[in-house]
T-cell receptor, first 113, second 117 residues
Framework: DARVTQTPRHKVTEMGQEVTMRCQPILGHNTVFWYRQTMMQGLELLAYFRNRAPLDDSGMPKDRFSAEMPDATLATLKIQPSEPRDSAVYFC???????????FGDGTRLSIL | AQKVTQAQTEISVVEKEDVTLDCVYETRDTTYYLFWYKQPPSGELVFLIRRNSFDEQNEISGRYSWNFQKSTSSFNFTITASQVVDSAVYFCALSEAMNTGRRALTFGSGTRLQVQP
């Protein structure tokens, strides 16, 4: 089965460090999403792309977060500088377009000390 | 703004019992999609079903069934003869199709299902 691949699976780092999370969407999927899951806020959208163009990043703190798709096989989410409140599980999902089901990666569990 | 409410925070049942997970949604769109996802203890999110707002037929897949009622804005999920492997957090989600053009999912807060042996 085709899967969304996220790296790293776990990341522990100190406050102030740069964090980069990567996502390889399912081949042929043209829509990519980044979500964050926390106990307090649940699952919330950070950003999403269609055909590599950003369509919505209203859920993302602009001062420290950035999301890009350098090519169709790679999406990145960066945090610089990181803060303890950024600790969460970050999920990437991809879809073949429109309102097709989104298929999620296993997530990156991020801990900022 | 769209909203998904899963009022049941946690449900505990004994194996072989039937269980229904409730989902109520709010949207201004006439065209929208509803989804259910399962998050087992291992943490991944597994797609279960997608429903569009024009299709109110109930759906059954093995021990899983879904009841979509537009009149009450509900999309409930029933597991028949529950098994320990069904233990997970289940999320209901909504995606609007037309007005906002937004395709991202708005998730409910999830219902944690514990199936005891």
């Amino acid at each position: 089965d085709a899967r969304v691949t996220q790296t790293p699976r776990h990341k522990v780092t100190e406050m102030g460090q740069e964090v980069t999370m990567r996502c390889q969407p399912i081949l042929g999927h043209n829509t990519v999403f980044w979500y964050r899951q926390t106990m307090m806020q649940g699952l919330e959208l950070l950003a999403y792309f269609r055909n590599r163009a950003p369509l919505d990043d209203s859920g993302m703190p602009k001062d420290r977060f950035s999301a890009e798709m350098p090519d169709a096989t790679l999406a990145t989410l960066k945090i610089q500088p990181s803060e303890p409140r950024d600790s969460a599980v970050y999920f990437c999902a991809s879809a073949s377009g429109g309102n097709q089901p989104q298929h999620f990666g296993d997530g990156t569990r991020l801990s900022i000390l | 703004a769209q909203k998904v409410t899963q009022a049941q925070t946690e449900i505990s049942v004994v194996e072989k019992e039937d269980v229904t997970l409730d989902c109520v949604y709010e949207t201004r769109d006439t065209t929208y999609y509803l989804f259910w996802y399962k998050q087992p203890p291992s943490g991944e999110l597994v797609f279960l079903i997608r429903r569009n707002s024009f299709d109110e037929q109930n759906e059954i897949s093995g021990r899983y069934s879904w009841n979509f009622q537009k009149s009450t804005s509900s999309f409930n999920f029933t597991i028949t003869a529950s098994q320990v492997v069904d233990s997970a957090v289940y999320f209901c989600a909504l995606s609007e199709a037309m007005n906002t053009g937004r395709r991202a999912l708005t998730f409910g807060s999830g219902t944690r299902l514990q199936v005891q042996p």
